[in-house]
Antibody, heavy 121, light 106 residues
Framework: VQLVESGGGLVQPGGSLRLSCAAS????????MSWVRQAPGKGLEWVSA????????YYGDSVKGRYIISRDNSKNTLDLQMNSLRAEDTAVYFC???????????????WGRGTLVTVSS | EIVLTQSPATLSLSPGERATLSCRAS??????LAWYQQKPGQAPRLLIY???NRATGIPARFSGSGSGTDFTLTISSLEPEDFAVYYC????????FGPGTKVDIK
């Protein structure tokens, strides 16, 4: 049972980046999934979530209108398309599984190791 | 937005001592509060959900209590592996995290 993020890197302000999270060992389509980020030396910030079916999506105010979350249940992957990136988006981005398979619970019982996104010129 | 405040910011204790961490919400979150442990370079680990329920595989020395706006995480007897940063998180109104409490070795 694991989550593995990829796609992080260095990007210029105003640029775009797409993160992916590969899930294995559980029935991916049964669980809502989230992205949570952590700026260097700082605390945790919830970014976005998507229901198990992909039919419902949710965003934090700081990324609304710039980020798009999606999932492919046939490939067991979760994506985060990040546009119009700013310096303050610099962080480690974690994908996280919802605790409850039956509904969107918003507690997270399985986390990936994270991928670092650096926004700098 | 519901703001979570954690105290103290740092807690310096010795192995075997009892740790009491506090989380206060700016408005009621009912019992929709979780606690996570994070060690340097690692992902957070869910300890407690819905205020008082231990997550799978979490030792019994970890316990949570509270409701409304005031919550406590207690570690009954600190083990060497418990020295870490602890975050509370509410899910009553979207999701927010507290700033964390660092438990370090005295």
């Amino acid at each position: 049972v694991q989550l593995v993020e990829s796609g992080g890197g260095l990007v210029q302000p105003g640029g775009s980046l797409r993160l992916s999270c590969a899930a294995s060992g559980f029935t991916f389509s049964s669980y809502a999934m989230s992205w949570v980020r952590q700026a260097p030396g700082k605390g945790l910030e919830w970014v976005s979530a998507i229901s198990g079916s992909g039919g419902s999506t949710y965003y934090g105010d700081s990324v609304k209108g710039r980020y798009i979350i999606s999932r492919d249940n046939s490939k067991n992957t979760l994506d985060l398309q990040m546009n119009s990136l700013r310096a303050e988006d610099t962080a480690v981005y974690f994908c996280a599984r919802d605790l409850d398979a039956a509904t969107v619970n918003w507690s997270f019982d399985l986390w990936g190791r994270g991928t670092l996104v650096t926004v700098s010129s | 937005e519901i703001v979570l405040t954690q105290s103290p910011a740092t807690l310096s204790l010795s192995p075997g001592e009892r740790a009491t961490l506090s989380c206060r919400a700016s408005q009621s979150v009912s019992t929709y509060l979780a606690w996570y442990q994070q060690k340097p370079g690692q992902a957070p680990r869910l300890l407690i959900y819905d205020a008082s329920n231990r997550a799978t595989g979490i030792p019994a020395r970890f316990s949570g209590s509270g409701s409304g706006t005031d919550f406590t995480l207690t570690i009954s007897s600190l083990e060497p592996e418990d020295f870490a940063v602890y975050y509370c998180q509410q899910r009553n109104n979207w999701v927010t995290f507290g700033p964390g409490t660092k438990v370090d070795i005295k």
